[in-house]
């Protein structure tokens, strides 16, 4: 096959290139994304066995009405209550996801 026609076209440029005349066009480009790991934590608590222990003597104090009529008494007895309480936490994972950050925001990422 022969082409007998001229024909016309633009001259090729040459690459702009580095120093030692390399042409390449690589390009590493870099996009922060936020990514969402959603937790939820359930507290438990759970109450065991209440034990009660007096301590000490009680306080009796004896307050008799104006009239002489009627008295009253009140007793105070220090009390220790012991409750066993134990704590737990469960978790739930949802699903993660993710977006793209806003363009032009700097991430810092390093290639």
């Known amino acids: ?10 001259a090729i ?17 870099t996009q922060c994304v936020d990514v969402t790991a959603p937790v939820t934590l359930i507290p438990t608590a759970s109450l065991g066995t209440v034990t009660v222990s007096c301590q000490g003597v009680p ?13 009253t008494i009140t007793v105070t007895q220090r009390v220790c209550v012991t409750i066993p309480v134990r704590y737990d936490v469960s978790m739930n994972t949802g699903d993660p996801t993710i977006s793209c950050a806003e363009a032009g925001t700097p991430c810092g990422c390093k290639g």
Do not use: L
């Open 13 to 29: 440029i040459p690459c702009p290139g580095d120093e030692a005349g390399n042409c390449n066009c690589n390009k590493i480009v």
């Open 1 to 10: 096959m022969r082409i007998n026609e001229a024909y016309e076209h633009a």
């Open 59 to 71: 306080v009796v104090n004896c307050i008799p009405d104006p009239c002489g009529t009627s008295s």
